[in-house]
């Protein structure tokens, strides 16, 4: 069986990094899309400076680069606290949380990402913390050891994850709201486009814009990744200015194809219609064939191709779609000729 190996993104730049973060709205009057999260998170916030109390726990949960942690961001600007974070990996112990817990203010917000991973222990000494902001810490050990109470300020949890399916129920069920992102539709993509091009000092057209933003697979961290790559093809090609002709040229480049699909899509649908006849096949034999873990196919892959129909998740398997045979330029095997999806 041939082994193929998947191509990974290109690891960020500093640049890249403090650009992303530059392009980051500030408040909520600034987000584009997400038009009903939007609102219901407004009227919270709102309600809760009106009372003068924390913003409830909140968790955001939804494929990778739709705004998480950005709302994160936004919430603490909005009610005029401080952000702190963290990640769920990184606390591998009670110890780990209770630092942070103890150093936060009244109102503060705390950011955990990737909250479904947690380690248990620490996932258990976190609910008294966010339920009646306290928490109970052992000291020392054998016949000396004491439990000592502290008493927190109250703060807001804010948690964001890409597997929500992977949540314990009683951590979900102490979130006072949650909310679902989905991914954009070009319109709203085309209009971070060019509010990301104003902060970037680009021109750009509005078919430019959309040409951009129907490669972006739905998803904003894309959208301005995309732009800055084709405002640098830009500056070197041309004066500069950003058109729908350049824009596709420079996306060609890059490996985007039309829809979004890039490297690491197509080897993966290509791995499944070469080597497994289009499926059904295992997440984990995939993961093996393109020696790559199946959480990076899980989160970063599948979600997007999941959504316009290329992929289908049945009990044996991944399959690809007749559409997704269709699109990279396969035909059917016979037994999938009567197939109907």
Not at 31 to 38: A, D, N, T, W
Not at 42 to 52: C, F, N, P, V, W
Not at 236 to 241: E, S, W
Not at 309 to 315: D, P
Request: with cysteine; charged share 25%.
């Amino acid at each position: 069986m041939a082994r193929e190996r998947l191509v990974t993104p290109k690891p960020t730049t500093p640049e890249d990094e403090n650009l992303s973060w530059a392009l980051r709205p500030r408040k909520l009057s600034d987000y584009i899309g997400q038009g009903k999260l939007v609102e219901k998170l407004k009227l919270s916030i709102t309600a809760a400076k009106k009372r003068k109390e924390s913003l409830e726990h909140a968790l955001f949960h939804g494929p990778a680069g739709l705004g998480k942690t950005t709302l994160a961001h936004i919430i603490a600007n909005e009610m005029g606290t401080k952000l702190v974070t963290t990640t769920g990996p990184s606390l591998t112990k009670p110890g780990d949380l209770m630092g942070i817990l103890t150093n936060l203010k009244t109102g503060d917000v705390l950011f955990i990402d990737e909250v479904h991973r947690m380690n248990a222990a620490v996932e258990e000494f976190l609910y008294p913390a966010i339920e009646d902001f306290a928490v109970d810490f052992l000291v020392d050990s054998g016949p000396h050891s004491r439990l000592i109470k502290f008493k927190l300020e109250k703060f807001t949890l804010v948690g964001a994850t890409t597997r929500a399916g992977l949540l314990s129920a009683p951590l979900r069920d102490r979130f006072g709201m949650t909310f679902h992102l989905d991914f954009y539709p070009p319109g709203e993509l085309a209009n971070i486009v060019l509010r990301s091009s104003k902060l970037l000092n680009v021109a750009i057209d509005s078919a430019g814009a959309m040409e951009i933003a129907k490669r972006s697979r739905g998803t904003p961290r894309i959208a301005n990744r995309l732009l800055r790559r084709v405002r640098d093809y830009c500056e070197v090609k041309a004066d500069g200015d950003i058109n729908q002709t350049l824009a596709v040229e420079a996306l060609k480049l890059e490996g985007v194809d039309e829809i979004g699909l890039d490297d690491m899509d197509k080897a993966y649908l290509k791995i499944i219609i070469k080597n497994y006849v289009g499926g059904p096949v295992g997440i984990e034999a995939i993961a093996a064939t393109l020696n790559e873990e199946s959480d990076t196919l899980q989160d970063v892959v599948e979600p997007y191709l999941l959504k316009i129909g290329f992929l289908r998740r049945t009990r044996k398997g991944r399959m690809v779609s007749n559409i997704g045979y269709q699109h990279l330029g396969y035909a059917l095997p016979e037994r999938r000729q009567q197939d109907l999806f």
